[in-house]
């Protein structure tokens, strides 16, 4: 079984930033048999989820949505047993529910939200103006 667990929202000003991280319980990333990759998505309220970036844990391999790209940062943390997402230059419509997710696909760049296995509760991120 595989339990995310997800910490790190709040509130912030717009052009301002935040750290999520992404743990998982029990069980290191690093102890999982194979091939995954982890991703954070966010929803808005009355918004479909939507993917926001990912890491592919075997060979490290980062990709983003386009509307975060160049803002937000993914990276992970073995000894930690953290995935982080680094986001800069928050702009309210960044606000929403952030979840992180793991996929055991072999599609390496998983975005779509029903190739994810395992899902986090969410952290609200609220971004002012």
């Known amino acids: 079984q595989v339990e995310l667990i997800e910490s790190g929202g709040g509130l912030v000003q717009a052009g301002g930033s935040l750290r999520l991280s992404c743990e998982s319980s029990?069980?290191?990333?690093?102890?999982?048999?194979?091939?995954?990759?982890i991703s954070w998505f966010r929803q808005a309220p009355g918004k479909e989820r939507e993917f926001v970036g990912g890491?592919?844990?075997?060979?490290?391999?980062?990709y983003y949505s386009d509307s975060v790209e160049g803002r937000f940062t993914i990276s992970r943390d073995n000894v930690q047993n953290t995935v982080y997402l680094e986001m800069n230059s928050l702009k309210p419509d960044d606000t929403g529910a952030y979840y992180c997710a793991a996929a055991f696909t072999s599609n390496r760049s998983p975005k779509l939200s029903w190739e994810y296995d395992y899902w986090g509760q969410g952290t609200q991120v609220t971004v002012s103006s």
């Open positions: 029990g069980r290191t990333f690093s102890s999982w048999n194979a091939p995954f990759t």
């Open positions: 890491i592919g844990w075997t060979g490290g391999t980062v």
